[in-house]
């Protein structure tokens, strides 16, 4: 196991293209990082930098305190795990798993034994003989897995191992693979772009965005507190909803000429900024009260144990979330009240405004 450090770390590609821009970035020994972003922002090659498979245009990559920015990716002693697998068709499940320990000359009787024990701890013990193409998805995954553990690597770089899963068993493997790694300790990085698996997985996340880091922190930190109007509309399964705000004094936010309570912010009195709260944190009603945007609701959506309602008024379109057993008709009037203590402001460039970056 080993800490990952990256400095300045750039990649352009020809053309001028730049994926990575100088991004300074710490994993610990032992964390389960994610790598998340919407597509092309540069975290899979980020992750293949780290690796060794794109060589960075500049910066430096060390794995375990050693700078391993110019060895060649057999010699960075990681392990990668594809979004397809890479499994050999014609190879079977064991000799997949023991096909690392080959390349480093490893003697078949041990390789063989390694190979055995790892495919037992996760629960592949019967499937050895077998080819990747007579398993399932998710036992193809496991055996990608178990060839990266048999390789016994200081870290496991991880590139969207559960995007070809169905919803029921990437929900499975998730839990699989938060259990595998805290039981290993190993340091896992771990590139996807589904929100609600870098939020449920990771210990700390970097969202990312054109190639720079836009705010790194914890799944709590992440969500409650996005650091700039980017991070706060890409996380959250519901977006976070975004309004055109002024500042009236008496600690309260003019939106769609509704004052809206915010608690003490230190914003002058005019100052133009964006009110920021999350569905999840707006109480809904159907009589007027202060402090609450009004709206028709134009859109009811199921969410299972609640349901998601859109409400378009002066302010623009505001989405809250309901409880499942409340009645919202279509076309009737609606009230969206936000919970003061759950509000976020932004100012003109798009960054969060102070104390709202403070826990609370």
Known sequence: MAAIELAALSKVYPGGVTALDAVDLTIADGEFFALLGPSGCGKTTLLRTIAGLEEATGGAVRIG???VTALPPGRRDVAMVFQDYALFPHMSVSDNIAYPLRIKKVAGAERRAKAAETAEALGLGGLLERRPGQLSGGQQQRVALARAMAYRPRAFLLDEPLSNLDARMRLEARTFLKRLQRELRVTCVFV????????????????????????????????????????????????????????????????????????EHGLPDGERVTFAVRPEYLGYGTEPVAGALPGRVTVVENLGSAQLVTLDGDAGSVQVVVDEDVPV??????????????????????ELAAPHGVER
């Open 65 to 67: 305190g050693d700078d």
């Open 192 to 263: 996807t772009h589904d929100q609600a698996e870098a939020l449920a997985l990771a210990d700390r996340i970097a969202v990312l965005d054109d190639g720079r880091v836009r705010q790194i922190g914890t799944p709590a930190e992440v969500f409650r507190r996005p650091a700039n109007t980017f991070v706060a509309s890409f996380i959250g399964s519901t977006p976070m909803n975004l309004l055109d705000g002024v500042v009236t004094g008496d600690g309260r936010i003019g939106v769609g000429g509704v004052p809206l309570p915010a608690g």
């Open 329 to 350: 008709p279509l076309g009737t009037t609606g009230y969206a009240a936000p919970r003061p203590e759950r509000v976020l402001l932004y100012r003109g460039d798009g």
